[in-house]
């Protein structure tokens, strides 16, 4: 056999090499016996190397024919022509369609809980108005704002579509950069839906909207369906809403606010946005304005000259007067969310819109007489009692309140303010006050959670013993940290079980308490709880309460405690029926996020607060109490700017704030000291009255605790602390203090078996000992007083 040959029998991966002959040895032909020699082993392995090249050669030869420039550039051009050819037929086949079905409004009905109305509301809140009627440089700012190539561009972006199909088509969500022409097809023409069908037909009809259609047309459109918030939509309800004028008559400036609401409704209402919102919607109007002396549209100077036009406030639905507009908003903010959540809408914005189309029936969880005791409540136990005519500061005065059933999750009443078109803000939902000691009871869960031991290395639990004097430095591990809270009044409690250090609302102590167990693991249980805790520095000063929280947050933790640990998120919606859209709401009944024992302990300590301490005089001995088990805690923040009492029975969570805020622009907060006539207000005050008057009402008189300790007030206690020695110097100012007059004795420290709260409390011990200032404090005139706020922080 020839090389060519072998070359060949290599190429084939043939496992024999070719027949090679022995040198010096003849053939023997014929019939006698030839031998043939195959070759050496060495030639055998070397040949099967050789077709192990062969056939690796042979498999990358095939794939380099396969994948040539010209095959691959060839494969390019056809996708291309397809792609090309495909659009043309789309374009073809796509005609610019009637208004959609959206644009046709109709009413969203809100209903209670047992079906029957609450309100109704839908009415298109639009004008058209020929762009003839706007003035040309608030024209200007809308095409500065979204779109400043307008008047040049053939209708769409073709860089942003793009990205918009890419991210719809990996889930990544919505993306900016439609020309004015996309959106104003988008609002008119189609939906909201996130599909690519629909970006497609997007594409197609603003092309052919651009050819057939002035762009002055397409403007007009544009301005004129657009959601500017406020329920406004169109230039001419905007221009209403927000400065009481004819779109005739709005000035650049205004026309400057108007074009950048459109990016963020919500975000950027003066009336309503945050800080962050407020210097967000400022740089908006900046970008516009600036846009529009960069096109030559507004001299400089005048640009210079120009100051922020703050609108002026929304006016509400009239059907929405009282607590209606309140539960209405809070219902539209859970919809709106949930839209969010599931997809149906790209953002709260898009939410809104598809909400404001109406045909939504939506039931809340909200009962009807539940909600009317609430309303009764806050009246004949607050409102009744000020008088902002003989006292300024009573105007002031702020109330929100929210009630939960810890087992289902569903929010039975709320009370937003005094009036939803008198005050817009409501009060269950806002998150800028401080819940301050309603938070101590978050600090114990986090401590029996966790398992968490003081600085001396002893477990922490209800009868641990702490030093609560007041101003004490905080320390960790034998080194001061910086942080010396003071007790309300600078009281100096001196070495004080936790249970009392709850009664009492000692800051000394669930200052040092939360350092022990590490903040970091406070504010994870806060989280995990329901507060919202993003952003939130673990420092100890957060032992406070200064963090912000709504009454409608402080009910989802405390429903959660009274829910042993599973973790309960506050519903406002109950069912939600539209004919095209199907929402499903998520279970408010959540995990386990706290162990049992945690939320039982807490419950168990709560109820010595309402048996033995801040709210004692409000709820223990109110007369409409009927033997009712409760559990709850006061708080009062720094300078009487907000004071709380959260609280609960086995069946009914509630949770009441009050909040200083002036009555007029800015809103911002004050001081709520000599409201009523009294030095201040306290948690242990009207907050603790309106929830007596509404609880004691509406819960079941026979429900128990079903509790999973052996801690706490509910129970026998299990510890006593050792004796303090009389020359201890936290308790060496009788004079000034009258709860520590007798520093021999310490009642609070050294006989915690003896807190009236873990014995008979249908005898009183405390009314008939004097000698117990761990329940009451005789020398003390608002203590004694059942009708003044109890002292607590």
């Not at 058209?128 to 209708?155: C, H, M």
């Not at 946005?273 to 507004?298: C, F, I, P, T």
């Not at 703050?310 to 539960?327: F, S």
């Not at 009492?645 to 907060?669: M, N, R």
């Amino acid at each position: 056999m020839g090389r060519a040959e072998e070359r060949r029998a290599r190429q084939r991966g043939g496992r024999r090499a070719a027949p090679r002959r022995s040198s010096g040895t003849p053939s023997n032909t014929g019939a006698g016996e030839s031998t043939t020699v195959i070759g050496t082993p060495s030639d055998a392995v070397g040949g099967r190397a050789a077709a192990r090249r062969a056939a690796r050669s042979g498999g990358k030869g095939r794939i380099r024919r396969l994948f040539t420039w010209k095959k691959m550039l060839g494969t390019f051009l056809g996708i291309c022509l397809l792609g090309v050819g495909a659009f043309i037929a789309l374009y073809m086949m796509i005609e610019i369609p009637q208004g959609n079905d959206d644009a046709k409004l109709q009413s969203n009905i809100y209903k209670y809980s047992d079906g029957s109305v609450l309100a109704r509301t839908g009415d298109l809140n639009r004008e058209i108005v020929p762009l003839s009627e706007v003035p040309k440089p608030v024209q200007r700012s809308f095409v500065a704002a979204e779109n400043k190539t307008f008047y040049k561009d053939s209708g769409v972006d073709l860089k942003g579509t793009a990205r918009g199909l890419l991210n719809t088509l990996t889930g990544k969500g919505a993306q900016g950069g439609s020309t004015i022409t996309q959106q104003y097809v988008k609002n008119y023409y189609l939906t909201q839906e996130q599909t690519v069908s629909r970006k497609l037909r997007e594409l197609v009809i603003s092309l052919k909207l651009d050819r057939e259609k002035s762009k002055d047309y397409i403007l007009a459109g544009y301005i004129n369906t657009s959601y500017y918030g406020r329920g406004a939509y169109g230039i001419q309800a905007a221009a209403q809403a927000y400065y009481r004028v004819d779109a005739r008559d709005l000035d650049v400036e205004q026309g400057a606010y108007l074009a950048a609401l459109l990016q963020a409704p919500n975000q950027y209402d003066w009336a309503i946005a945050s800080d962050k919102g407020k210097r967000m919607a400022k740089a908006r109007w900046n970008y516009v304005l600036d846009n529009m002396v960069e096109q030559d549209w507004l001299g400089k100077a005048e640009r210079e000259a120009m100051k922020f036009p703050e609108p002026k406030a929304p006016k509400a639905d009239a059907g929405l007067k009282g607590q209606a507009g309140y539960l209405v908003k809070a219902a539209n903010d859970a919809l709106d969310k949930q839209l969010v959540d599931q997809g149906i809408a790209e953002d709260k914005e898009q939410a809104e819109r598809l909400r404001n189309v109406g045909g939504w029936t939506i039931t809340l969880n909200i009962d009807k007489k539940k909600q009317a005791a609430l309303e009764k409540a806050v009246k004949t136990q607050l409102t009744s009692k000020l008088d902002a005519k003989k006292r300024k500061v009573d105007g002031n005065v702020q109330a929100g309140a929210v009630s939960v059933d810890p087992k289902t999750g569903g929010v039975v009443a709320m009370y937003g303010g005094v009036d939803y078109l008198k005050h817009f803000t409501n009060n269950a939902t806002r998150t800028d006050y401080q819940p301050a000691s309603t938070f101590k009871p978050v600090i114990l869960a986090a401590a029996v959670d966790e398992r968490s031991e003081t600085q001396d290395g002893e477990p922490i639990t209800a009868d641990t013993v702490y030093d609560g004097t007041s101003k004490r430095p905080v320390v960790d591990n034998g080194t001061k940290v910086g942080f010396a809270p003071e007790n309300e009044d600078d009281v100096d409690y001196g070495d004080i079980t936790v249970q009392t250090a709850m009664n009492k609302s000692v800051n000394s102590v669930f200052a040092q308490m939360g350092v022990d167990v590490g903040m970091p693991k406070v504010m994870e249980v806060a989280g995990r709880l329901g507060m919202n805790t993003e952003g939130l520095q673990a420092v100890p000063a957060q032992t406070l309460g200064s963090m912000g929280a709504s009454p409608l947050a402080m009910a989802g933790v405390y429903a959660t405690l009274d829910n042993h640990g599973k973790k309960v998120t506050p519903a406002i919606i109950k069912k939600v029926e539209h004919d095209v859209r199907a929402v499903e709401l998520p279970d408010p009944i959540g995990d386990q996020v706290i162990s049992r024992e945690a939320a039982d302990t807490v419950t168990s300590v709560l109820t010595g607060v309402v048996d033995d301490g801040t709210a004692r005089a409000s709820v223990r001995n109110n007369p409409l109490r009927d033997g009712q088990q409760v559990a709850g805690k006061t708080g009062t923040s720094d300078e009487n700017i907000s004071a709380w009492f959260t609280g609960f029975t086995p069946d009914l969570v509630t949770s009441v704030g009050l909040f200083g805020e002036e009555p007029k622009p800015p809103y911002k907060h004050v001081s709520m000291y000599k409201a009523a006539g009294l030095p201040r207000i306290n948690g242990g005050g009207f907050p603790a009255e309106i929830w007596a008057a509404y609880m004691f009402g509406v819960t079941d008189t026979d429900a128990e605790f079903d509790l999973d300790t052996d801690q706490g007030a509910a129970v026998k206690p299990t510890f006593t602390p050792p004796p303090t020695p009389t020359d201890d110097p936290t308790t060496k100012e009788p004079t000034e203090e009258p709860t520590t007059k007798e520093p021999t004795e310490e009642p609070t420290t050294k006989e915690p078996t003896e807190e009236p709260t873990t014995e008979e409390p249908t005898e009183e011990p405390t009314t008939e000992d004097p000698s117990a200032p761990s329940t009451i404090e005789p020398t003390d005139p608002i203590t004694l007083d059942p009708g003044r706020p109890d002292n607590d922080q």
